[in-house]
Structure formats: C-alpha cells, structure tokens
C-alpha cells in the first residue's frame, strides 16, 4: 500500500525558516517524480513543487521560486520542502504527492501557520 | 498559469445524475484530471487524462471532453458522494480549479 507521511509543520514567524518532509512507503521511491501541492483555509488546491526522479530537475511555482527549495532523499525514500523567507500567504496545509501527469496518492497534509 | 474554471457550488439529491464543468482558455490537450475531496482529508484521485477512472473508483463516476472543454459526471449520486470536486490540468504546468462543492438538497 502506497503511503505518504509529512512532517515539519507548525507555527512560524513571517520571514522565518521551516522544512517539511515527506517519508513514502510501499513503492518504489525512486521512480516517481513528487510534488508538494498546499490549500490555504477554505481555499482551493494549489500546485508547489515539483521533483525528477533522481532530484536532478525541479520546478516551482512563481510565487515561491527563489524562496521554497524541493529536494529529496531516495536512500531515505523521503521528499522535503525547504521553505525560506515564509509569508503569511505560505498559511496552508501542504501534501506531498506522488506525480504522474496527474497525482495519483497524497499524504494527509501538515499544517504551516505564519504569524507573528 | 493556466486558468480552470469550474461551475459553482450544486445541490443534489440522491439518485440524480450530476455534471461538474471545468474550462480553460487555452488547450490542455487530454490533461485534465479530477479529484474528490471531503472536509479534513486529503484529495483522492478520481478520474485520470480526462476520462480513466483510477483504481477502486465506481463507475457511476465518469470524465470526458477535450481542449479547453472538460466535464465530470457522477450518475447516479450516493450520499456518500457529497464532497468538493476539483479539476487539474497538467498540460501548461499544473493549476487546479476552484473547487465544486457539492450538498444535499
């Protein structure tokens, strides 16, 4: 059974640091790209980041290039979202996903509040 | 970024047969996808490229269309169906409507 676990979030201050990880199970990690999809409070879904198989090769959404780094670990079998320089509009819970063109499993979501 | 459009909020009654609409400006090609998602969990995918079911989801669940056209169909409704529904293109990058939110009459 695939599965994906996140882990990292919490309450942080604008301006400030936080890194999410993402351990998966039950597939072959390696072989997939991944991606971290976030949805503000009684928003809609919205696309991060995304990953190539070997990490080689990354994408970003404008509104977090240059501030959110993705990465992962295939020894690990574990994905991660660097993110720098948080804004009050990086408050969302964020899933990482396994990607084909579509994403086909999700993790359950953790929260990020940035406030002072 | 591409823009999805999704009709608004609907209201069903068990037994009906309901269409959710997502339109885009420009082609996605066959890429569009939808996904079910009920109130603190996370979304499951339901329909792939536009009209292939993902595994273990029911029949009475169905995707078509083309372009900048894309529609999802659930017939009949169960109860159980009563959640948000939201498109995804991946053909220009990845953007996701707005969401349907589907209730009870």
């Known amino acids: 059974e695939v599965q994906l676990v996140e882990s990292g979030g919490g309450l942080v201050q604008p301006g400030r640091s936080m890194k999410l990880s993402c351990a998966a199970s039950?597939?072959?990690?390696?072989?997939?790209?991944m991606a971290w999809v976030r949805q503000a409070p009684t928003k809609g879904l919205e696309w991060v980041a995304s990953?190539?198989?070997?990490?080689?090769?990354?994408y970003y959404r404008d509104s977090v290039k240059g501030r959110f780094t993705i990465s992962r670990d295939n020894e690990k079998n574990t994905l991660y979202l660097q993110m720098d320089s948080l804004r009050s509009e990086d408050t969302a819970t964020y899933y990482c996903?396994?990607?084909?063109?579509?994403?086909?499993?999700w993790g359950q979501g953790v929260m990020v509040t940035v406030s002072s | 970024d591409t823009v999805l459009t999704q009709s608004p909020a609907l209201a069903v009654s068990p037994g009906e047969r309901v269409t959710i609409s997502c339109r885009t400006r420009?082609?996605?090609?066959?890429?569009m996808h939808w996904y079910q998602q009920k109130p603190g969990q996370q979304p499951k995918l339901l329909v792939y490229?536009?009209?292939n079911l993902a595994s273990g989801v029911p029949a009475r669940f169905s995707g078509s269309g083309s372009g900048t056209d894309f529609t999802f169909t659930i017939d009949p409704v169960e109860t159980d169906d009563i959640a948000t529904y939201s498109c995804?293109?991946?053909?220009?990058?990845?953007?996701f409507g707005a969401g349907t939110k589907l209730e009870l009459k």
């Open positions: 996903a396994r990607r084909y063109n579509y994403f086909d499993h």
């Open positions: 039950g597939f072959t990690f390696s072989s997939f790209y």
């Open positions: 990953i190539s198989t070997g990490g080689g090769v990354t």
């Open positions: 420009e082609s996605v090609n066959t890429l």
């Open positions: 490229k536009t009209s």
């Open positions: 995804h293109q991946s053909g220009n990058s990845d953007t």
